[in-house]
């Protein structure tokens, strides 16, 4: 969880709202914008938060609904089955730099923000800082973010996370994971091979203790 979203206010992000009738196209479009010229480098998604804290669950719920689309383009980690979290975020990054070349990295967390923004999802440029706003030292994740506002900051946060409504964080959930499989059907595949190729090589070095 990203508590305070104004970490990333100075830079550039574009924001959707989420029941948008075409919120979850123009995510598609707005990440294709980002990594189109990325075909070189593996896609990685990391949905980060726990299943144990309503608020702070949109990234887990994103994993999973990706998870069950079983996308051919993308690699994504983080489910309500396997949640990246405080805990274990370090050595989950590390996995992750083990298993893919030069990885191309979208953090995937929830924040809280103004009342006027809550159900906002926002894509920007850079890493999201998981544990900002609480003064947890935690690993930057990602080339860039998408961070979803599900409630109000400001006040008893913990609290306002653990209250947070499941409804609107489902909902929000489905709208990324729906932009993230449309840009998957559009992203191009012409070097998917290539990219498994060499990853599997790097895997037998290691192996073999090159």
């Known amino acids: 969880m990203n508590l305070k979203s104004s970490f990333f206010d100075r830079r550039a992000k574009v924001r959707f709202i989420h029941d948008d009738f075409h919120a979850a196209e123009n995510l598609a479009e707005e990440l294709l914008l980002n990594i189109s010229n990325e075909t070189s480098r593996p896609i990685v998604f990391i949905c980060i938060g726990t299943d144990r804290s309503t608020g702070d669950s949109l990234g887990p719920l994103v994993g999973s609904?990706?998870?069950?689309?079983?996308?051919?383009?993308?690699?994504?980690?983080?489910?309500?089955?396997?949640?990246?979290?405080?805990?274990?975020?370090?050595?989950?990054?590390?996995?992750?730099?083990?298993?893919?070349?030069?990885?191309?990295?979208?953090?995937?967390?929830?924040?809280?923000?103004?009342?006027?923004?809550?159900?906002?999802?926002?894509?920007?440029?850079?890493?999201?800082?998981?544990?900002?706003?609480?003064?947890?030292?935690?690993?930057?994740?990602?080339?860039?973010?998408?961070?979803?506002?599900?409630?109000?900051?400001?006040?008893?946060?913990?609290?306002?996370?653990?209250?947070?409504?499941?409804?609107?964080?489902?909902?929000?959930?489905?709208?990324?994971?729906?932009?993230?499989?449309?840009?998957?059907?559009?992203?191009p595949k012409q070097r998917l091979s290539e990219l498994n190729w060499m990853e599997d090589e790097q895997t037998n070095k290691r192996a073999n203790g090159n």
């Open 65 to 187: 609904l990706l998870a069950e689309k079983n996308l051919q383009s993308f690699f994504v980690y983080g489910t309500l089955d396997e949640p990246i979290h405080a805990m274990n975020l370090a050595e989950k990054l590390k996995e992750i730099h083990t298993n893919h070349v030069d990885p191309y990295i979208i953090g995937i967390d929830a924040c809280l923000g103004r009342i006027k923004n809550v159900g906002v999802i926002q894509v920007g440029q850079g890493p999201v800082k998981p544990g900002a706003g609480v003064n947890k030292e935690l690993p930057a994740v990602g080339d860039i973010h998408i961070t979803g506002i599900v409630n109000v900051s400001g006040f008893m946060e913990f609290f306002v996370l653990q209250n947070t409504r499941l409804n609107l964080v489902m909902k929000m959930a489905k709208t990324i994971a729906g932009g993230i499989y449309q840009a998957s059907l559009l992203y």
